[in-house]
C-alpha cells in the first residue's frame, strides 16, 4: 500500500444548526505534495482544512493520517502544524520566544529549543528581527513568524489557510517562493487554502477546485512538480496558460454553485 499523508474516505460534514458545510469527499494526499484548495466563499475550504487538522470531527466517513489514526499523529516522523490567517502572536513575547512557543509548552530544554528556533527564523529570513517585538515588525514579517512557529516543530504536514491573503502582492511573492524552496529541500507536505489563483498555479502540484452548495470538489488540475518555481516561471508562458485554465475551472465552479443553489 502506497503511503499516503492523507486519506479521506467519503468524509462529510453536516453543522449542528443542519448546514451542510461538506459534502462528501473522497481524496488521497501523497508525501511531498502541494496542494492548493481554491473556490468561491463558503464551498468548505476552511471546514476541509479543519477535518484535516483533527479540529472538526466528519459527521460521516473518515479520515487517516499516514495510514493511521490521529492519535498517532505527532509520533515518529508523522507532525502536522497549522498557521492560521491571522498571525495571533504573543504581543509581550520577543519574535524569538513567540517563535519558541511550540517547543516550550513540549517542555523541550533551551538547549536543544534555541538551534531549532534560530533554524526556522533562518528559513523565513528573520534572523535579524529575533530580539524584536511583534509591534514592531510589518505585517508579511508577523505572517513570516508565524510561519517560522509553525515550522519550529519540524512538521511533515503543514495546513495553512490564506496564510498569506492580507499581503501586498510583492511580499505575498517572496513568501510563495520561500514555500516552494522549502518544500524542495525537506520532506515537507503543504495544504493550504488560496484565494488567489496565480498563488495557487506558482505554489501547487495539485490544485484542487472546489464549488458550494453543497461544499465539494469540482475540479483537480495537477502541475508538474519538476518546474521550478521561480521568478522565470512566474514569467512565463506555461504559468500565464495555467493561470488562464484555473481561472476557467473557477468561474465554471462559480456557475455550478450558483445553479446548484437555485436549483
Ligand atoms: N461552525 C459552523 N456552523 C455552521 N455552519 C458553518 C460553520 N462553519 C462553517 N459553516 C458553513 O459551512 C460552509 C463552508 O464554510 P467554510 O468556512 O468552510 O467556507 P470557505 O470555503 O472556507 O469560505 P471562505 O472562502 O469565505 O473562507 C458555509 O456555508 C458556512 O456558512
Ligand atoms: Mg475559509
Known sequence: MQETVISIQSAEKTFPNGVQGLAPITLDIFPKERISLIGPSGCGKSTLLKLIANLHQPSEGSLSWWNKDFSEVGKENHRLSFVFQEPTLMPWSTVRKNVRLPLDLEGIAPAV?????????KVVGLEHAAERFPAQLSGGMKMRVSIARALVTRPNLLLMDEPFGALDELTRNRLDEDMANLCGKDDLTLLFVTHSLYEAAFLSTRVMVMAAHPG???????IDPAIPRDEAFRLSDTFAMICQDLSKLLIEASHSSLVAKVA
Open 216 to 222: 465539494r470538489i469540482f475540479a483537480e488540475y495537477e
Open 113 to 121: 529549543s534555541e538551534p531549532r528556533v534560530q533554524e526556522a527564523l
